[in-house]
């Protein structure tokens, strides 16, 4: 039984992810930081172990390691933080909530990927999920993008570090969750698609053999479907 860590898997992509994996086998300990979202989310899923915390908090990420064991075959840094809603533009971004941004989006995920490195199987893979803001300079985006790129950069380095493992940055595409309607306060977002239209692309990443890299989710799912 492959064992996985998924971050941010009490809705969303994550959870959407964490259902998939649950279904084909894995073993996965998950987290997000509303421990009642989280239960109800889990719920039912076989060898799935849940455990409320923040990413951001260095004991909660010694937790999700130690909960994962040696042999680890997957981390999923899916968890992020938007940043303050309705976007603001940078000349008026506060500090105190741009570093917050990027304490959930670059440090926690480094942070989790360092404690795990030792851990690791050899055959495991590591998913940082991206975003199209980490490469296009879309207005207001300047905190959440910004963090998404250094994030992105991280993971290359990383990957060019440990070309025994497969690394990866992975783009899901536009999606129908809290976080988008968050980013745009008002709007209708119900075009775009739900998570789970995203989860193909990961699998093909997770359980494949494709090259360490930036991929988008929904071009893997339109090439393995």
């Known amino acids: 039984m492959p064992t996985g860590i998924v971050t941010g898997a009490s809705r969303g992509l994550g959870l959407a992810l964490t259902r998939s994996l649950a279904e084909r086998g894995w073993r996965l300990i998950v ?34 390691v130690e909960a994962a064991g040696d042999g680890i075959d997957l981390v999923v840094n899916n968890a992020s933080l938007l940043g303050p809603s309705p976007l603001p533009r940078l000349a008026d971004y506060r500090l105190t909530e741009l ?39 879309y207005e207001r985006w300047g905190g959440y993008g910004s963090s998404k790129a250094a994030l992105e950069q991280l993971t290359a380095i990383l990957a060019a570090e440990h070309p025994e493992l497969r690394i990866y940055t992975v783009d899901p595409g536009d999606m ?8 745009f306060p008002g709007e209708d977002i119900s075009d775009r698609p739900p998570p789970e239209d995203s989860v193909p692309g990961l699998l093909a990443l997770i359980e494949g053999s494709l090259p360490s890299g930036r991929y988008r989710a929904r071009d893997l799912a339109a090439v393995t479907a």
Not at 40 to 64: S, W
């Open 31 to 64: 987290d997000a930081r509303d421990a009642n979202a989280l239960a109800a989310a889990t719920a039912g899923l076989d060898d799935v172990v849940a455990i409320a915390g923040d990413v951001r908090d260095p004991d909660h990420r010694m937790r999700l």
């Open 99 to 137: 570093k917050r941004v990027y304490e959930a989006n670059v440090f926690a995920p480094l942070c989790l990927i360092q404690l795990a490195l030792p851990r690791l199987a050899a055959s495991a893979a590591i998913v940082d999920v991206t975003s199209d803001a980490a490469v296009e300079p």
């Open 176 to 183: 129908r969750t809290q976080m988008q309607q968050d980013a």
